[in-house]
T-cell receptor
Framework: SQTIHQWPATLVQPVGSPLSLECTVE??????LYWYRQAAGRGLQLLFY??????ISSEVPQNLSASRPQDRQFILSSKKLLLSDSGFYLC?????????FGQGTRLTVV | AQRVTQPEKLLSVFKGAPVELKCNYS??????LFWYVQYSRQRLQLLLR??SRESIKGFTADLNKGETSFHLKKPFAQEEDSAMYYC????????????FGQGTTLQVKP
């Protein structure tokens, strides 16, 4: 099965600072990759997905961006963080039916 | 529009009682439906999918296309079932996007 590595586990960043969250996948090739944000009372919101290297689709307008420089690497970024970017971010990979998730990153913007 | 609704944020039952976690969906077509579970301090993981028509850990879920529902059921709850449960929908496109509901916390009391 697949293993999703996601880091860091927790992050506290000041408003206006940049962000880079990294996700790598083991145990598969050519996966579909996803970034979700988990907010209290709102469930899991899909932010970005990618079906291949360099291919990024955004689901919601926001202050964040994503990139996929390698087949099994997915990066979530921001040039200037906002307070509203605080949340729990999950990376996921899917090949065939089942999706696998990382441990998540708790981001607090202060 | 694709949407998954889980009306209950919290469901609290006693050990041995029946459990039903509700899930309704909106999708123009024939979606795949899933239940994902997140136990305390563990990753989000697949519990079951409608196409398998299987029982996992005593849980079952039947897709009712007429009512657009995919409720999760277990006849006798166990304390180890306490977790966050997410219902999810996936369309037939190659993106494999999973659309999640808001999640229901199941609390099984001794």
């Amino acid at each position: 099965s697949q293993t999703i590595h996601q880091w860091p586990a927790t992050l506290v960043q000041p408003v206006g600072s940049p962000l880079s969250l990294e996700c790598t996948v083991e145990g598969t090739s050519n996966p579909n990759l996803y970034w979700y944000r988990q907010a209290a009372g709102r469930g899991l919101q899909l932010l970005f997905y990618s079906v291949g290297i360099g291919q990024i689709s955004s689901e919601v307008p926001q202050n964040l961006s994503a990139s996929r420089p390698q087949d099994r690497q997915f990066i979530l970024s921001s040039k200037k963080l906002l307070l509203s970017d605080s949340g729990f971010y999950l990376c996921a990979s899917r090949v065939n039916t089942e999706a696998f998730f990382g441990q998540g990153t708790r981001l607090t913007v202060v | 529009a694709q949407r998954v609704t889980q009306p209950e944020k919290l469901l609290s039952v006693f050990k041995g009682a029946p459990v039903e976690l509700k899930c309704n969906y909106s999708y123009s077509g024939s979606p795949e439906l899933f239940w994902y579970v997140q136990y305390s301090r563990q990753r989000l993981q697949l519990l079951l999918r409608h196409i398998s028509r299987e029982s996992i850990k005593g849980f079952t879920a039947d897709l009712n296309k007429g009512e657009t529902s995919f409720h999760l059921k277990k006849p006798f709850a166990q304390e180890e079932d306490s977790a966050m449960y997410y219902c999810a929908l996936s369309g037939l496109s190659n993106t494999g996007k999973l659309i999640f509901g808001q999640g229901t916390t199941l609390q099984v009391k001794p």
